[in-house]
């Protein structure tokens, strides 16, 4: 589904639309592999530019800094997401299913995902879960979301929600789980790689544990307002 659907993003991202020329393609996919690989710390448009390769100055006539680029990457993962979820629960009835896709979309987006001709799927989840939050903790953030540069995050956010009033409309607080879903499925995956004395969900094989904590985590508290 997605690898046909060309996805256009916030103009505030870019300087230069990237997906209008083979170069801006090129910057998307080798910055992918190059972050997956160093982190976004290390990451820079002069080791990017040795890699494609071109001149660091081509770089910057697309994009401002690697902040926006990181930017750029990460609202390209959560819109194909939006659109990934509505196409697999679009003739579903049951809330509770479309909850269920959610929730194994969200753990596991290389099983619905197939493999985009330019973005690798696992190398954007591993950097999701690596470096998202660098996308929004800086000074920057009040302006950023005044531009809406997060837009494509809320709107994944916003569809997961509208299941879980669907199956518990008196529910208050349905944004706000699912943010908190999004970003536990983010930080228990890290944790299951990195600091597992921090979850419980490592001892089951693959992402079916991280699954079950989240299921139980939307359904505990959906039941309470039924």
Known sequence: MIQDIQI????????KDPLQSELGKAILEKSVDLIYEIGIEDFTFKKLSTTIPTTEASIYRYFENKQRLLQYIINWYWSAMTIEYKFLTNNVKQAEQSINIGISLMT????????????SIEKLYRIIILESTKSYLTPSID????????KPYKDFCNTLAEAFLKLSPKYPFAHSLASTCIE????QSYFMQHLPSLTDCKGISGPKGLQNYIKNLILSNLEKSK
């Open 184 to 187: 536990s499925v983010l930080h």
């Open 143 to 150: 302006m950023d979301n005044k531009l809406k540069l997060f």
């Open 108 to 119: 596991n987006p290389t099983k619905f995902m197939p493999q985009h001709p330019m973005l």
């Open 8 to 15: 256009q993003l916030n103009e505030h991202l870019y300087i």
